[in-house]
């Protein structure tokens, strides 16, 4: 045998939209979207000299140059809808704090495949909230210290006894809140 058929390898499958088959259908027990078609290159060859004209080769004996094939199902990325927007906070800022902000998010219920649809960018949102009035602040208010008063060594005991002349006194001096009720403050004092 001088002269033979030489076909390469099988190119990938590619879509033929002449074979169209309206949807999802079964071929040969497997589930497929579409048919595409695979082609090869197939040459008369010469034994020890190479390609020659097709001529030369028997055409009962040409192998096939294409052959149907199944094409994938393209699966599009599924997300669920947006969550609901995290909750602001609803009374007031501390000083120093940052911006309050709220995000939402969504997952992915189902990758691309095969072509279909890419899943969204956008998978999580953050915002500010609207502005909230900054968190009064309280600090204590003082005011000066009264003269030292003597507390009698009875009164320190809790006996009745004359009062003394020397020895521990007490100061006191009010310290209010920047609201309501203030607060008497006392010390020792000598």
Same mark, same amino acid.
């Given at each position: 045998?001088?002269? @033979?058929?030489?076909?390469?390898?099988?190119?990938?499958?590619?879509?033929?939209?002449?074979?169209? $088959?309206?949807? !999802?259908?079964?071929?040969?027990? !497997?589930?497929?979207?579409?048919?595409?078609?695979?082609?090869?290159? %197939?040459?008369?060859?010469?034994?020890?000299?190479?390609?020659?004209?097709?001529?030369?080769?028997?055409?009962?004996?040409?192998?096939?140059?294409?052959?149907?094939?199944? $094409?994938?199902?393209?699966?599009?990325?599924?997300?669920?809808?947006?969550?609901?927007?995290?909750?602001?906070?609803?009374?007031?800022?501390?000083?120093?704090?940052?911006?309050? !902000?709220?995000?939402? @998010?969504?997952?992915?219920?189902?990758?691309?495949?095969?072509? =279909?649809?890419?899943?969204?960018?956008?998978? @999580?949102?953050?915002?500010?909230?609207?502005?909230?009035?900054?968190?009064? %602040? @309280?600090?204590?208010? !003082?005011?000066?210290?009264?003269?030292?008063?003597?507390?009698?060594?009875?009164?320190?005991? =809790?006996?009745?006894?004359?009062?003394?002349?020397?020895?521990?006194? $007490?100061?006191?001096?009010?310290?209010?809140?920047?609201?309501?009720?203030?607060?008497?403050?006392?010390?020792?004092?000598?």
């Amino acid at each position: 045998m001088v002269f @033979y058929w030489e076909a390469s390898a099988w190119g990938p499958c590619i879509e033929d939209t002449s074979m169209d $088959l309206n949807g !999802t259908s079964f071929w040969n027990g !497997t589930r497929t979207c579409a048919v595409g078609v695979q082609i090869r290159k %197939v040459t008369c060859m010469k034994m020890n000299v190479g390609p020659v004209i097709n001529k030369r080769c028997s055409d009962s004996a040409r192998p096939e140059t294409a052959r149907p094939c199944l $094409l994938p199902c393209k699966k599009d990325c599924i997300v669920t809808p947006f969550s609901e927007w995290t909750a602001c906070p609803s009374t007031c800022m501390p000083e120093n704090a940052t911006t309050a !902000t709220q995000s939402r @998010y969504r997952i992915i219920i189902q990758k691309s495949a095969n072509g =279909g649809q890419e899943c969204p960018d956008t998978l @999580y949102e953050e915002r500010e909230c609207e502005s909230l009035p900054l968190c009064p %602040v @309280y600090r204590w208010r !003082t005011h000066k210290w009264h003269s030292c008063t003597l507390v009698p060594e009875s009164v320190r005991r =809790g006996l009745s006894g004359t009062g003394e002349a020397c020895g521990n006194g $007490l100061e006191s001096r009010v310290a209010e809140p920047r609201s309501p009720a203030p607060l008497l403050q006392s010390r020792a004092a000598r």
